[in-house]
């Protein structure tokens, strides 16, 4: 259950992308994992009061340390990008995405089977070559830190939201949100950047923001269920999103991009059996 859920929070933040895409190339990347992430606490807050769950202090504060992990994360991504690729800085990050939650819940958990150890190191093998085989890497002594960085900062947040009690519900991802949105806007606000774009694109912002708060949601279910495999089919979404950026957009796709969807599906199939 746990490599479902991960699957499902996967695929919403690929959803994520998707309408969150015009306003990020409109208004740029920031602009849009600020709103987004704003929007997205609204959406976790509306879903951790109709659920059951109690707002626990000590869990509510470890999603804030978790939202500040994927505030860094996020930010150290989107500038990363901008001096080098996502060739370079999606890859790094990704992996450490992985590994670092997956290694913490086999050492602190029930271990994975041969199987789900062999599905994890393919699926990240997979999702190497969906983000590598997508365009050329440039700058690659500029990207790597923000890579590691970014990977570093996801990967943290991840751990900690593992260690947050069921009894809490949804509530852990409403301060993660929150968090993360303050991280977001400090770092547009020291570059001088708007942290809300203009009213024409409230309707892909709100899409966005329900299916990241959506994302979490799912995400903390899957992690709560088993940690190893939805750490790892969590940060399957670069695959989703290569998939709805070819069926809705027609973006290009390249023969390296596809064999790494088919790894990483395959890498998918053996978590979820192990």
């Given at each position: ?99 670092l939650p997956f290694t913490y819940a086999a050492a602190v958990a029930e271990a994975p089977s041969a199987l789900g150890y062999g599905g994890a190191a393919l699926a990240i093998i ?149």
């Open positions: 259950m746990g490599a479902l859920f991960g699957l499902l929070a996967a695929l919403s933040i690929s959803t994520t992308e998707f309408f969150g895409r015009r306003v990020t190339n409109e208004v740029g990347p920031i602009v849009a994992a600020s709103v987004t992430s704003l929007l997205a606490a609204v959406t976790a807050l509306v879903i951790a009061v109709a659920t059951e769950g109690s707002a626990i202090g000590r869990d509510l504060l470890l999603g804030g340390a978790s939202g500040l992990g994927f505030g860094v994360g996020m930010s150290t991504y989107l500038q990363g990008v901008r001096v080098s690729s996502s060739a370079v800085v999606g890859p790094i990050s990704a992996a450490l995405t992985a590994l997979g999702l190497m070559f969906v983000t590598i085989g997508g365009s050329a890497a440039t700058n690659v002594a500029g990207g790597l830190p923000f890579g590691i960085m970014s990977g570093l900062g996801y990967g943290l947040g991840t751990i900690v939201l593992i260690t947050v009690s069921d009894d809490s519900g949804s509530w852990p991802v409403v301060t993660q949100r929150l968090v993360a949105f303050a991280a977001i806007a400090t770092f547009a606000l020291a570059r001088k950047r708007p942290i809300l774009p203009p009213r024409q694109y409230a309707p892909p912002a709100l899409a966005a923001g329900l299916f990241a708060g959506l994302s979490s949601v799912l995400a903390l279910i899957g992690l709560s269920a088993n940690a190893a495999a939805a750490s790892v089919t969590i940060t399957l979404f670069p695959a989703g999103s290569v998939l709805i950026g070819r069926l809705l957009f027609r973006d290009a796709v390249t023969r390296a991009q596809v064999i790494g969807l088919a790894v990483v599906i395959a890498g998918t199939v053996a978590i979820v059996i192990g």
